[in-house]
T-cell receptor, first 111, second 115 residues
Framework: AQRVTQPEKLLSVFKGAPVELKCNYSYSGSPELFWYVQYSRQRLQLLLRHISRESIKGFTADLNKGETSFHLKKPFAQEEDSAMYYCALSGRGNAGNMLTFGGGTRLMVKP | GAGVSQSPSNKVTEKGKDVELRCDPISGHTALYWYRQSLGQGLEFLIYFQGNSAPDKSGLPSDRFSAERTGGSVSTLTIQRTQQEDSAVYLC?????????????FGPGTRLTVT
């Protein structure tokens, strides 16, 4: 079975502070990992995926297979980063690419 | 172009009634997914379509839930004899194809409240 855990329901930081949203997963095969973001009153949207290894809006995430983690990081948080963040997993090669989501972390960036 | 759309945006129904939720995917997207977002369970997968067929119905919580897709486009999620625990936001997503290479684009959701 596949599982995604986000241990923090709420993370509150000041503007300009570093941010790390934690994500751990369990999956017996080779996973695809994603971070999705939901801003207030907007739909869920893809932020980044591990396979592309790119930085989006200053956020990066590295897949650590040894620690089965995919933490999301940003060196300097901005107020506009305040949102709900979901880590998600898809089993590579699984028919359908259905996503298994973590419980989500609400990030609040204070001025 | 237009993104994924869902209707209605809000639905309040009495316990025991049937409801239908509609999803219009992005044109040309062959894969379509239904998820449910509830307070107790978070975001969970319900069912997925590749074209008009649903190879995986494993996420449907009970036999009161069913879904269909016609013409490789619009999908309808039907909940029969609704229960209070069905109250949730139902999200639809579509992607160009079914593999993880293709991003899933989400709709705005339908908020279902069962009284």
């Amino acid at each position: 079975a596949q599982r995604v855990t986000q241990p923090e329901k709420l993370l509150s930081v000041f503007k300009g502070a570093p941010v790390e949203l934690k994500c751990n997963y369990s999956y017996s095969g080779s996973p695809e990992l994603f971070w999705y973001v939901q801003y207030s009153r907007q739909r869920l949207q893809l932020l980044l995926r591990h396979i592309s290894r790119e930085s989006i809006k200053g956020f990066t995430a590295d897949l650590n297979k040894g620690e089965t983690s995919f933490h999301l990081k940003k060196p300097f948080a901005q107020e506009e980063d305040s949102a709900m963040y979901y880590c998600a997993l898809s089993g590579r090669g699984n028919a359908g690419n259905m996503l298994t989501f973590g419980g989500g972390t609400r990030l609040m960036v204070k001025p | 172009g237009a993104g994924v759309s869902q209707s209605p945006s809000n639905k309040v129904t009495e316990k025991g009634k049937d409801v239908e939720l509609r999803c219009d995917p992005i044109s040309g997207h062959t894969a379509l997914y239904w998820y449910r977002q509830s307070l107790g369970q978070g975001l969970e997968f319900l069912i997925y379509f590749q074209g008009n067929s649903a190879p995986d119905k494993s996420g449907l919580p009970s036999d009161r839930f069913s879904a269909e897709r016609t013409g490789g486009s619009v999908s309808t999620l039907t909940i029969q004899r609704t229960q209070q625990e069905d109250s949730a936001v139902y999200l639809c997503a579509s992607s160009l194809d079914w593999t993880a290479d293709y991003e899933q684009y989400f709709g705005p959701g339908t908020r279902l409240t069962v009284t």
